[in-house]
Structures are given as structure tokens and as C-alpha cells.
């Protein structure tokens, strides 16, 4: 009984603020052409083997001979390289739609994992306050202090190579964003009367947190998401161009980027072109998603 | 009477997404050298932006669109922006409502006040320094040398807004314009800047327009009053007069509403319901919405008319039946 | 003053301390420490007397202390592949990364400051939504692979600038500089551009969002009131106010484009600490790891207090509250 009493209004609020929330969004041209690219090349990433012309990774489909060759040239079994090869015969075209696979598991698997513990850590300091409060957001400070680039190149320096080890550093680097976003939203919504109704109703507190507290803290989390997503990506672009990122086996768009460096100087320039255009789009996509749904989502542009 | 400043149906309108907003919308009135004009009215009601108009500091989407405002034969509505500059600061100056607002926070009280009179006179900086001095010394600041070394964050309220005109009188102006530049101040601190501001206004014949929305304070002060409604002067004259027999109704209300003027034990008058948008004015008379003696009558423009000797409304209905309340 | 710098001072020790610990604990307990510390050619007899040497059977607080005592006394170890103090080895590496970071400051202050008043001056001229939007690809641009273009345009293409390298370089204060020579010059330009490109955006964006907050402020149409030029209104009146978060950006951002630099370094093989450390990463030379981190964090710390402390004497407001 007491449930349904608080739930319904919830409940029914749900409905029209996602509405008018979606045809905002629809409203900027720029964010729907955003939207559009980034599915497009999500869906690339995803059907990757249907879809490239060639598994890079099978060293049986490589032929050497087809080394280097420029873009739109036909290599020996009869495909046309439209984005040329690599120094190995590779296609770059698939190896660009492969690589893709890997840089968004990587930037969007990061972003998450960051976001549930950054989000849980916000909650929990603004929820119980006093000493939690400060320790976490200490750790927040110190971690925002320094750079990026530098914290994840310490944990790489201490973890050595590997996906998993990008992702941990990854999370390491970024889940501060979240929990000072979520901290700062829900310190604001703790003190409305329906988190006092519901600590009234004696609801248990993990129900207080995640039902009630987290869902208004949504909207700033989705904007910080967002761009953390691209930053992630361009971060682990990065790290692999500087080799401490993943392995050679399972090149990401940064790897690619990295290997056609040598053979640029050459005049080979599509090596390293290619890649850098996809991972461009990737990221002007994502961010001119996160532009616009930060005017759509903040309250307080919107007055 | 020697004239100051003539404006003559001036209008000056905004040009919003939303729609044109006229918020001065055919003002005239006269100042006389020396005198005190007090521009009364509601927030809202153009007081504001016929004092920026004057100054030529009505910023985009707003536009004096039309009207004279006529100072020593020349009309300031249509002089390049570079002789308004010149006059600026110089002959007109204008004191802001928010003292806590106008002073430049990381900028020394010497600087801004030394850049004012360099910016039209060609003096040294030390004849500069003096002058400034002298300046806060005329407005009642203590230690003055010492003041002026200061930040304005290091002053309190009141003596910003001193500081504010002790800025604007540098170059004894022949106008200054003051926009409610006692009302974010305290009540006692008010009374001594508005003291002060009448004694510099008679000692050096500078002509006023005090911009407010008090009543009381018109009253001490000023010689002649312009009440404002809408964008439009719907009632002006000399300010005895006026405040003893009011024509308009809505100045009729104004007055009714102050209390120190109702009899004690009376009911509180007031004027019911709010200030109109400016998008969306009613036709005709635009307080008829909130006017006891509207009728079909006031649907239709009514032109500032002379009603008594020296006194104009704009009213189809005025209170001239009535015994002076 | 004195107790607002105290208190900052105590503030920065503290932090010091506690990056010193989570280094100390990713070198010492996170990885293996003989791995670490000795070298991998070392046999049986060596490594146990260098793990008495180094204290490592002593407990982890103890080892600490002795960590930090040797850390004063400017003993970070020595590195395995050039066998020299890694502390020595960086601080010669320094004036070549310092060198490209204030480069690179100084460019995006340069370009960024001047389109950044244009654009909150005129915010609806074509010209500033262009400056707008290239802000935002400067945003989204890796670095690194901008680096790349850039050498393939203006090096490999059009052969205008050298690709790599620090060029000639001549003395001043006893270092080596590039600057000072034009060979020296031409191939700082490069890579002090790419890594100005984020930052000249983001000095862009501030500027412009600072003008347009503070020509809406009274003192503003106060200043024009006066009959003040719009030249000393826009240079004096708005600039000043807008220069306190631009400089404490600006300023904060020594530290990070110190760290990017590693990035640009390695793109351009420009022979500072960045590259170092990338190189001394891949060949697992972690007494130089060990050492390039506590330097920087120790750069950091005093970065952040030089900014706090500039912030301080830019804006009155905030000096005299410490003061109080």
C-alpha cells in the first residue's frame, strides 16, 4: 500500500518528461545527425564480420604481396582495397571496422563500469554524508587534480599492457566525473520531502538510493556519460598509439593510427589516415550528441 | 525657465524572438536647468530605459526608434555614437541603481576615477588624482587620499553609491541621471545621499532626473514629476501639485497606496492587479484593465492632454471633480 | 596572507604525502619489488644482498620510510638502461618539455585570447560561429593523430618544417634551449601547436563566455556611462575581469600540458621527460618511472599552489579573505 502510494506519482511522472525529453532532443539537427553517425557506427562495429570484406585477423586471408597499396587498388584474391593496406596485405578498410569494435567495447565498457562505481560511491557520500562524504570526495579532488593521461599512464606503468588492464585504468581515471555529478545532484534531492516520506516509511535505504534518489540524479549522469564515453575512446586511442594500450593482436583505431606512423614519412599517409577519420567521426559524433543533450537536460538552461 | 534637456515623443522599442517590446513608447517631458524631474513608475514601466535612452545606452535587440531628445539645440537621438561619447560621463552622467554593482570589483576607486576625467580632459594624471579627490571629499567620504587606494569591495553600500556620484559630478555635469540610486540602500543612509544630492544639485546647477518608484522620496525632492505607465507618461506637472491633486487614476492609486498618506485606522488603498506584459498590451488606455472609471470610452487612444494650468494626463476620465485629497 | 599561505602550503604538503604513498604502494606492493628495483640481470647472490641493501625484508612502513628518506635526499635510484640517477636523468630531460609546454601556453593565449573577445563581442557574426565550431573539433581531435597530419602536411608534403627533433639548440642560464636559434624554432613550432590545440579551445570558449557575462554587468554600462572609450571599456574594464579565470585555467593547465606532452613528445620525437617516460615504460626502466612521477607530482602540487597564490593577488576580493 505504502509502495504504490509513493511509486504511482513517480510512475506517472516518468511517462511525459521522457516524451518531451525525446522530441527536444529530436529538435537539434545537429544532435539527430550525431545520433544517426554514431548508430551507423555502432552497428558497423557490431556486424563487423558480415560487414568487412575481410577478417583482419586471419592471417590466412593476409598476403604480403598486397603490402602498402593504395586506396581503391585491387589486391591478389580480387578484392579492391578501397581504404589501401597495411604494411601486412591488410585491408584497412576492415581492419578500420574491426578496430572500431575494439575502441568503442573498450571506451563504452569503461564508461560504464566507471559510472556504476562512481555513481554508487556519489550516492552513498551524499546519502550518508559527514565522514564518508569527505573521504570520497577527497579521493574525487585528488583524483580530478591530475590529468587524465597521467594517472592512466601511472596504473599502466604498474599493470603492464592488456585490455582489461585500459579498462581498469580507464575506470581508475574517470569514475571521479560520475560521482561528483551524482553526488552534487543528490545532495539536492535528498533534502525534497519525498526522500523524507520515504525515510518516514522506514523503506529500506539501498530502496531509497536506487529507486528513488538515483532516478533524479539521471539526467546530469547521461550528459557526464556521454562525454565521458568519447573521452574514453580518445583515451584509449591513445594510450594504444603509445603502445601501453592493447595488444598488437587486437588492434584498436590508436594501434592502427600507431603502425602507419612509419610508412607516413614515406608518403604513405592512408595507414594512419583512415583510422584518425574514423575515430574523428566516432568522437565529433558522440560529443555533438552530449552538446546538445546537455542544453536539453539542464534545468538550468532551460529557464 | 531656461531648458536642460526637452525629450519629445521618444520611443524606444525591443525587438525580441518573442515580439516587438515597446517599453518607451511616446515620452516628452521637460527638464529646467537646475531642476529636479522625478520619472516615477512601477518596474517595468519604461522609467529606465527612457534614462538609458537619454544617455545613449540602450544595447541591442533595443532601439530608440523615434522622437527627439533635444540638449543645447543638438538632438542626442541622432549624433554619432563618438559625440555622445564626449558628452558622456562629461556634461550628461547617470548614477546606477545597484551601487554594489557599478564599480568595477578589480579595479582600484582611483583608476575608475581618474580614466573619467582623463576620458575628456587632457590633464596630468596627478591634476587627475586631485580632482578625484576633491570629488570624494565634496560627497562626504572621509580620508579621501586614503579611500581612493582602495577596492570598491573594501566600501560598504552606501559609500560605493557616494563613490558612484562623486564619479558622475567630475565633470560638473548639467545633467545627471540618477536611476533609484537610494533604493537598495538603507533608509537612514537614503536620507543623508538624498540630502547631499539636493545640496549639490542647488550649488552647482545641475539639473536632476531622479528615476524611482517611491513617491516619498519625489516628494522631498523633486520640482517637477513624470508619472510613467506602460512605456507612456500618463500624467505630469509640478510635483506639489500633482501629489496633492492627482488627475490620472493610476497616479490616484499610486498616491492612495503609499501608506504614511492614508489616514490611520483606513483601509490600505491599492491598484488591483498587475502591471500589463509589454507584449500584450490592452488597446486604448493600457490601465483600463486595472482602472475603477474605465468604460468603452477608453478603448480608444487618449493623447497627453493639458487639463489644468501647467498639468497634463492622459486620461478620458481624470479626477478633476474632486476635492484635493 | 601568511596564514592563508600557511594553510595552503600544509594543504599541498599533505597531498605530496599522499601520492608519495600510492606510488610507493603501486611500485612496492602492486608490482613485484625485486623485479622492480634490480636489476632482471642480477644473479641469486646479487639480488639478496640487494634486497638487504634496499631494506625490502623490513615491513612495508618501514620500507616507506626509507623510501621517503631517500627521496629527500634526491636518491630515486639509478636507471638500468642508462645507469645514471633517474632524478639526474630527468631534470636534463626538463628544459626541452618545459620548453614545448610554455610554447604551447604561450600560443594558445595568443590565438586563443584574441578569438575568444571576437566571439563574445560579436557572438552572431559568421566569423564567430566559425571560431565557435572549430572549438568544438579542437575539443574532439585526438592530438596525437593531429600530430601526425601535421607532420604529413608541413613536413612530408610541403617540406616546409622538420618533423622531428629538437634541431640546434644554443646556452642560456647553463641549459640547452631551442628557442633561441631559428633551426631550434622551426622544430619547436610544430609540435608546440599540436599541443596548444586543446587548449587554444578551451581558452577560446572561456574568453568568449567570460565577455559575454561580464559586458551584461553594470559596471560595464557603468564604465560606458562615463563616457570611456569602447577601446578602454573592452581592454581595461572587461579584459581584466575576464584575464583572473583565463590566467587560472591557463595556469592550471601547465601541469596537464606537461603530462599531454608525453603525447606530442612521442609524435614528434622531441627529447623530453614525456618521451622518456614512454620509452622507460616500454623497456620497464621503473626506477625512472618511479622517478618521473614523483617529480611530476611534485611539479603539480606546486603548480596548483603558484596558481591559488596568483588567483589571490589577481583578484582583491580573494586576497583579502585571507587576509581576514
Request: with cysteine; net charge neutral.
Amino acid at each position: 500500500m505504502s509502495d504504490v502510494t509513493i511509486a504511482a506519482p513517480a510512475a506517472a511522472r516518468e511517462e511525459t518528461p521522457f516524451r518531451r525529453f525525446v522530441s527536444e532532443f529530436m529538435a537539434s539537427k545537429i544532435a539527430v545527425g550525431g545520433l544517426v553517425v554514431f548508430t551507423i557506427i555502432a552497428l558497423l562495429a557490431i556486424f563487423a564480420p558480415w560487414i568487412a570484406p575481410q577478417n583482419p585477423y586471419d592471417l590466412a586471408q593476409l598476403d604480403i604481396m598486397d603490402g602498402r597499396l593504395e586506396p581503391g587498388a585491387v589486391g591478389g584474391s580480387g578484392i579492391v582495397h578501397w581504404l589501401g593496406t597495411d604494411d601486412q596485405g591488410r585491408d584497412m578498410l576492415s581492419g578500420i571496422i574491426y578496430g572500431l569494435r575494439i575502441s568503442l567495447t573498450v571506451g563504452v565498457g569503461s564508461a560504464l563500469i566507471a559510472c556504476l562505481v562512481g555513481a554508487s560511491l556519489g550516492l552513498l557520500a551524499a546519502y550518508a554524508g559527514g565522514r564518508t562524504d569527505s573521504v570520497i570526495m577527497r579521493l574525487v579532488d585528488l583524483q580530478l587534480s591530475f590529468p587524465t593521461i597521467l594517472a592512466a599512464l601511472m596504473i599502466l606503468a604498474f599493470l603492464g599492457k592488456g585490455i582489461m588492464n585500459v579498462v581498469i585504468a580507464l575506470v581508475i581515471v574517470e569514475w571521479a566525473y560520475y560521482a561528483r555529478t551524482v553526488r552534487g545532484s543528490a545532495l539536492v534531492e535528498r533534502r525534497r520531502e519525498y526522500i523524507e516520506a520515504a525515510q518516514c516509511l522506514a523503506l529500506p535505504t539501498s530502496r531509497i538510493l536506487f529507486r528513488h534518489l538515483l532516478p533524479n540524479c539521471l539526467p546530469p549522469l547521461i550528459v557526464v556519460g556521454t562525454i565521458q564515453i568519447a573521452r574514453a575512446i580518445a583515451l584509449e586511442a591513445t594510450l594504444s598509439f603509445l603502445g601501453l594500450g592493447v595488444p598488437i593482436t587486437e588492434p584498436s583505431l590508436g594501434l592502427l593510427i600507431a603502425n602507419g606512423y612509419e610508412y607516413m614519412l614515406s608518403g604513405k599517409y592512408w595507414i594512419s589516415f583512415y583510422p584518425g577519420i574514423a575515430l574523428l567521426i566516432t568522437i565529433v559524433s558522440i560529443n555533438l550528441m552530449g552538446d546538445h543533450l546537455r542544453d536539453v537536460l539542464n534545468p538550468r538552461l532551460k529557464k | 525657465m531656461t531648458t536642460t534637456l526637452e525629450v519629445r515623443n521618444l520611443r524606444t522599442h525591443f525587438f525580441t524572438r518573442a515580439g516587438i517590446v515597446k517599453a518607451v513608447d511616446g515620452v516628452s517631458f521637460t527638464v529646467g536647468r537646475g531642476k529636479v524631474m522625478g520619472l516615477v513608475g512601477e518596474s517595468g514601466s519604461g522609467k529606465t530605459v527612457t534614462g538609458f535612452s537619454i544617455i545613449g545606452l540602450v544595447d541591442p535587440p533595443g532601439r530608440v526608434v523615434e522622437g527627439e531628445i533635444l540638449y543645447q539645440g543638438r538632438n542626442l537621438a541622432t549624433i554619432s555614437e563618438e559625440e555622445m561619447r564626449h558628452l558622456r560621463g562629461n556634461r550628461i552622467a547617470m548614477i546606477f541603481q545597484d551601487p554594489m554593482m557599478t564599480l568595477n570589483p578589480v579595479l582600484r576607486v582611483d583608476t575608475q576615477m581618474i580614466e573619467t576625467v582623463l576620458a575628456h580632459e587632457k590633464v596630468s594624471k596627478e591634476e587627475a588624482r586631485q580632482r578625484a579627490r576633491d570629488a570624494l571629499g565634496m560627497v562626504g567620504i572621509p580620508s579621501p587620499d586614503e579611500r581612493l587606494k582602495s577596492y570598491p569591495h573594501q566600501f560598504s553600500g552606501g559609500m560605493r553609491q557616494r563613490v558612484a556620484i562623486a564619479i558622475a559630478l567630475l565633470h560638473r555635469p548639467e545633467l545627471i541621471i540618477a536611476d533609484e540610486p537610494t533604493t537598495a540602500l538603507d533608509v537612514t543612509i537614503q536620507g543623508q545621499i538624498l540630502a547631499e544630492v539636493q545640496k549639490l544639485a542647488a550649488n552647482t546647477g545641475t539639473s536632476l532626473i531622479w528615476i524611482t518608484h517611491d513617491l516619498s522620496v519625489v516628494a522631498g525632492l523633486a520640482d517637477d514629476i513624470a508619472v510613467m505607465y506602460a512605456g507612456r507618461v500618463v500624467e505630469d506637472g509640478p510635483v506639489s501639485e500633482v501629489l496633492d491633486r492627482p488627475l490620472h487614476p493610476y497616479t490616484h492609486g499610486l498616491i492612495g497606496s503609499v501608506p504614511s498618506r492614508n489616514k490611520r485606522g483606513e483601509p490600505l488603498r491599492q491598484i488591483p492587479g498587475m502591471t500589463p506584459s509589454l507584449l500584450k498590451l490592452p488597446a486604448g488606455c493600457a490601465f483600463r484593465t486595472r482602472c475603477p472609471r474605465a468604460d468603452e470610452a477608453c478603448l480608444a487612444d487618449q493623447p497627453l492632454r493639458a487639463l489644468l494650468p501647467g498639468r497634463q494626463a492622459r486620461c478620458i476620465h481624470p479626477h478633476l471633480d474632486e476635492v484635493p485629497a | 596572507m601568511t596564514v592563508y599561505l600557511l594553510r595552503r602550503i600544509s594543504q599541498s604538503f599533505l597531498v605530496l604525502v599522499a601520492m608519495s604513498m600510492i606510488v610507493f604502494i603501486g611500485v612496492y606492493a602492486v608490482g613485484d619489488p625485486v623485479e622492480i628495483l634490480i636489476s632482471p640481470d642480477a644473479d641469486q647472490m646479487e639480488r639478496e644482498r640487494a634486497i638487504q641493501a634496499l631494506g625490502l625484508d623490513l615491513p612495508l612502513w618501514e620500507q616507506y620510510g626509507v623510501f621517503v628518506w631517500r627521496a629527500l635526499h634526491g636518491d630515486l635510484g639509478r636507471s638500468f638502461v642508462y645507469n645514471e640517477p633517474a632524478l639526474q636523468l630527468i631534470l636534463q630531460k626538463m628544459p626541452a618539455t618545459l620548453e614545448l609546454a610554455f610554447g604551447s601556453m604561450f600560443i594558445s593565449v595568443l590565438i586563443g585570447l584574441p578569438l575568444g573577445m571576437y566571439a563574445g563581442l560579436r557572438p552572431e557574426s559568421p566569423g564567430s560561429k566559425m571560431i565557435m565550431a572549430g572549438s568544438i573539433l579542437g575539443f574532439s581531435l585526438p592530438t596525437f593523430w593531429v600530430g601526425l597530419m601535421l607532420i604529413m602536411v608541413f613536413a612530408v608534403q610541403l617540406g616546409w618544417l622538420p618533423s622531428t627533433g629538437r634541431g640546434e639548440t644554443a646556452y642560456f642560464l647553463g641549459l640547452q634551449w631551442s628557442f633561441l636559434t631559428a633551426n631550434g624554432l622551426s622544430h619547436l613550432i610544430m609540435p608546440a601547436i599540436n599541443l596548444a590545440l586543446f587548449k587554444i579551445s578551451l581558452v577560446i570558449r572561456l574568453t568568449r563566455s567570460g565577455v559575454r557575462e561580464t559586458m551584461l554587468m553594470d559596471y560595464v554600462k557603468f564604465a560606458r556611462a562615463k563616457g570611456l572609450s569602447p577601446a578602454r571599456v573592452t581592454f581595461v574594464h572587461v579584459f581584466k575581469n575576464i584575464l583572473i579565470p583565463v590566467v587560472t585555467v591557463v595556469g592550471l593547465e601547465l601541469g596537464s600540458t606537461i603530462a599531454f606532452s608525453v603525447v606530442t613528445e612521442s609524435v614528434f620525437a622531441w627529447p623530453g621527460m614525456g618521451k622518456l617516460i614512454i620509452d622507460s615504460i616500454n623497456v620497464l626502466d621503473r626506477p625512472v618511472i618511479v622517478a618521473y612521477l614523483m617529480i611530476i607530482v611534485l611539479m603539480f602540487i606546486t603548480i596548483n599552489l603558484i596558481v591559488d597564490l596568483l588567483y589571490s593577488a589577481l583578484d582583491p576580493r580573494v586576497r583579502l579573505e585571507g587576509k581576514a
